[in-house]
Every structure is written in C-alpha cells, then in structure tokens.
C-alpha cells in the first residue's frame, strides 16, 4: 500500500502551516477541543494475504446470492432479501439486479393482506423512485380512517409501516397518520420488547431508516441480523468481509498535517464517507473531502480568528481567484488562501479532458459564494443584527455550505454528472435549497447553544424568536416542523421520472443525511461527541469478527 503521506489529500495542501498568533503576536487561543484521534490513524499496515482471501470470497459469494435472488424471483422472500441486502451495506454489488427485481415487483402490483409485506414493498419502490400510492395502506383503516386498534399487537408490521411512512409526500395523510400512530405504539410497546426486535425498534425510533446512512447502519444491521435465528448466512458473510474490506479511510491519508481551527479531519471523512462509500466513487470521495476540509478551516477563521478588515480582503482576493492577491493578504491568512487556489487547481489537473473546466469552474463559483456569505454573517456579528427569517436564510443557506459541497461531490463522479447537472446547480433548484434548509435548522437547533457562548451571529432561531415575538422552545419546533416539510418536498422530487439519475440525486440526500446523524446527540461535528466517536470507531477502526 502507497505511504499514508503520498495520498491526494496530503499532497493538496503545500504551504506553511497557518500562524495561529495574532496581531499583537500572542497566540490565538480556540474554542475547539483538540482532535480526540491524536495520531492514532498514521500507524495503519495492510495484511495483503488476508484482504486477497477476503476479496476471492467475496466473489464467490456475490455469485450465490444472485443465484438466491433469481430462485426468489417473484415472491415475497425476494423482497426480504433486497431489504437484508440494502441494510447489510453490500446493495452496491447486486445494482442491476435489485433494480430488475423491483421493476417487476412494480409492475406485477400484487395485494398482499398483511401490514409487514404492504409497507416493506411500499418502502422498497419508493427508495427506487416508484410513485406507489399510499392508499395501499387503507385497508388497514378502520370505518373512521383510523388505524386499526388490532395492528397494535403487530410489533413488526408496525415497524415496517414506522419506516416505510417517512417516505411520504406533501398532501399524503395516511403517511403522516401512520408516522403518529406507528410511532405512539412503538414507544409504547418497547417496555415489553427484548432481544433483537427490540434493538432494532429503539434505533428505528431514534433515527428512521430514511435518515441514515446506509453504510453505517450496515455496521448495526450485521450485530442484529446474526442474532436473528434464521438469518441469511451467505449475505451475512458476504457483509462481514465486505465491511471489513471497505474501511476507506486508509485510501486518504489521515497523517496529514494541516493546523486547522477544529482539527476534525477524521470527523470531516467520516461526514463526506456518508455521501459515497463505494470504491467506483474513490476519486469523488477524494475530492470532496479536501474540500469540506478547506471549508471548515474558512469557516473556523471568519468565526473565530479574523478580523472583520481581513476578512473583507480575503473575499475579495477570493473573488479574484489571482494568486499574486496573495500579496494583499495579511500573513496568517496567506496559507488558506494558497491551500484552495492549489488545491483546486490539482483537483483540476486530476479531471479528465472533457471534464475539466465545466467542472472546477463552478466549484470556483460555489466556493466564492460560500466565503462571501461567511462575510455577510460576521457582518451581522460585528453589528449585533438579528435578521429576519427571509434575510438570514438568504445568506445562511449558502453559508451552511450544502451547495459548495454538493458540487465538490459531483465534481469527481463520472458521466451520470453532465453539464447539464452543473447548470443545475447554478438555478438553486428548490431540491437542493431544501436539503441547505435541512442542513442550516439542524444545525442551529443542536449548536446554537455552543455558538452563543461567544461572538457569533444569529441563529435562524433567534431570527424566528425575535420575528414572531415567541419562546425559543415555540421557535426550536416550528423550525423542526420546516424540517420535515423540506424532508417531504426532497422524497417528491426523487420520485420518477426524475431529472437526473437516482444515482446523482442520492448524493444530495446522503449529504442531508448526514446532517442528521452529525446533530442527533448534538453537534457532533464540533464537540465531538461520545455517540460520533463510536460511530467513527465502529465504521474505521475495529474490524467486524469473522
């Protein structure tokens, strides 16, 4: 394996390290805890006999589990397989055959009797984009459109009905109704629940399936699955060894050194992995990571370390895209500045010819207007302002970075992106602002404390208080309430036909995604917490027993 040092990412970033001293030379103390990793990842060594055995069997058991699939053809043990399939992290293998599979699931529209198999097909065609209506759930409606009280026994059909719900659209009240109901029924019967079942409803409750990540949730699903007394031995096999093939952060060189504000270089691949994980999407994963790292390092020096007057001169030498702005730039900001000219450039130099500029001039475009809105916020910092809703969400959607960085995700994939997709982008469809949206309300919801502890601008909460004239509790719900509204208008639009492939599109939600599961126990990003370690340790760390 190539030396940890000689990764892209490493290579990317050429000048000094950042002065943390400031005008007055006296160091610049942060409000960030340092790294919690230490150097813990520089020390990796591959065992190469044991990863080629581990990759021979691979092969031979994606071999049988397509034989699986084919003398399941038709049934309903076909559709719990693709499920096992898709929770147990290894659906990437097996593309064309799930999407041929659930095509005639679709067209072969059969009407099943019982809530556990109505719901799972319903989830499973939505994922896909399927347009499945929802009153395949009306059966189960008693005279008053309420749901039956004799479902309330059935603890797995009412967990299949919980997941399959959060695919919802605007105007779907059976959707919305089966949410509460789904959701009453399982608090409640998690007092009398053990064993695996009740494992599975706790972490459903916490967090729905629509808002995970797939490839972190395979790290759970494997714990529960083998516990279960009939379970899949070949898919649970193949999950294992595929697990522990895939634990990607040694492909980016995490013993690079680049003094950063939040040193969270391993929390920032562990967010980007949740985007793309698969090994066809290595170069787009490569790319995006070193831009979400450029990213966290501005933002940490316009809420912490700059002033007001540099800030304004680095945007603007930004905005100029001219290394020889350097000159204009006081020192301790020249090395930030040279680090995104450098490592747009490479990320350039890395596309293939008809790729090139279409690309990275975007990516140049989205990167000047994400800093010009850090400026807009510190602004209103300086000024004590308290926007309004419309005029912070004006500038925080860009600020929260969504667009940057699903640009930089798009930049490395192949020819699903065309230009077309890049012109896209430059519309600010209501796809990707929603899923800006998403990702600026919770955040401000789990950070805002944190952030109000020193000089930092307004939070969309504090914009809706001050509006409205209400409680932060009464503002903290209605701002959760947009949330699920913008969760609703994305699961539309990933409906077919869609605009560009569900490939391209999944990014979108997979970075929305991971806002969710970065802010579930609070900002796990900035703190750090003990939930995201383990999350980290699980995914990068700790290999799964064979």
Same mark, same amino acid.
């Given at each position: 394996m190539a030396s940890l040092n000689s990764s892209p990412l490493s290579s990317a970033v050429h000048p000094p390290p950042l002065n943390r001293k400031n005008k007055n030379g006296a160091d610049r103390p942060s409000p960030f805890h340092p790294s919690v990793w230490g150097d813990f990842f520089i020390s990796y060594s591959e065992d190469h006999k044991k990863t080629d055995a581990?990759? /021979?069997r691979v092969g031979e058991l994606k071999e049988e589990v397509k034989k699986m699939l084919i003398r399941a053809k038709g049934s309903v043990k076909e559709m719990i397989m693709i499920d096992e399939i898709q929770r147990l992290g290894v659906a990437y293998h097996?593309?064309?055959?799930?999407?041929?599979a659930l095509e005639h699931v679709y067209d072969a529209n059969i009407d099943y009797d019982d809530l556990k198999t109505v719901a799972l097909r319903f989830r499973l065609l939505r994922q896909e984009g399927y347009n499945v209506s929802s009153d395949v759930f009306n059966k189960f409606k008693d005279g008053e459109g309420n749901f039956k009280e004799g479902l309330c026994s059935d603890v797995e059909g009412l967990l299949s009905l919980y997941e399959a719900a959060f695919y919802g659209t605007h105007g779907e009240d059976t959707l919305d109704a089966a949410t509460s109901f789904t959701k009453g029924q399982l608090t409640s019967l998690m007092t009398h629940l053990d064993g695996p079942l009740a494992t599975q409803v706790g972490h459903a409750l916490?967090?729905?399936?629509?808002?995970?990540?797939? /490839?972190?949730?395979?790290?759970?699903?494997?714990?529960?699955?083998q516990q279960h007394k009939q379970h899949n031995d070949v898919i649970l096999e193949l999950a294992k060894l595929d697990f522990n093939l895939i634990q990607w952060w040694k492909d980016i060189g995490l013993a690079a050194k680049y003094p950063i504000a939040r040193d969270r270089l391993v929390e920032g691949y562990f967010w980007m992995l949740g985007v793309y994980f698969e090994p066809q999407y290595a170069r787009g994963r490569n790319i995006v990571v070193r831009m979400f790292k450029l990213g966290s390092i501005i933002d940490d020096n316009f809420d912490v370390d700059g002033r007001f007057e540099d800030l304004k001169v680095f945007t603007d030498a930004i905005k100029r895209w001219d290394l020889s702005a350097m000159d204009q730039l006081p020192e301790y900001m020249r090395p930030i500045y040279h680090a995104v000219l450098s490592t747009v450039n490479e990320i350039e130099n890395e596309l293939l010819p008809g790729e090139k500029f279409f690309r990275t001039d975007l990516l140049k475009q989205e990167t000047k207007v994400l800093i010009q809105a850090y400026l807009e916020e510190v602004q209103w910092c300086n000024n004590g302002y308290v926007p309004t809703l419309e005029e912070h969400l004006k500038v925080s959607l860009l600020s929260a970075g969504y667009l940057f960085l699903t640009t930089a995700s798009f930049v490395g994939m192949g020819e699903e992106v065309t230009k077309e997709a890049f012109d896209w982008i430059k519309t600010r469809p209501k796809f990707l602002m929603d899923s800006s949206l998403i990702c600026r309300l919770v955040n401000d919801i789990e950070s805002n404390e944190f952030e109000?502890?020193?000089?930092?601008?307004? @939070?969309?909460?504090? @914009?809706?208080?001050?509006?409205?004239?209400v409680s932060r509790p009464v503002a903290s719900e209605k701002i959760r309430e947009m949330v699920t509204s913008a969760w609703k208008d994305m699961n539309k639009f990933c409906l077919k036909p869609t605009l560009f492939p569900l490939s391209l599109l999944t990014r979108v939600v997979n970075l929305t995604r991971m806002i969710e599961v970065i802010y579930l126990h609070g900002d796990g990003y900035t703190n750090c917490s003990r939930e995201i370690k383990e999350m980290i340790k699980s995914m990068f760390v700790d290999p799964i027993p064979l």
């Open positions: 581990w990759t /021979r097996f593309e064309k055959e799930i999407n041929y916490q967090l729905p399936m629509r808002k995970r990540i797939a /490839r972190l949730d395979a790290r759970f699903y494997i714990s529960l699955f109000q502890k020193r000089p930092h601008a307004a @939070s969309v909460i504090e @914009s809706y208080m001050k509006e409205y004239g």
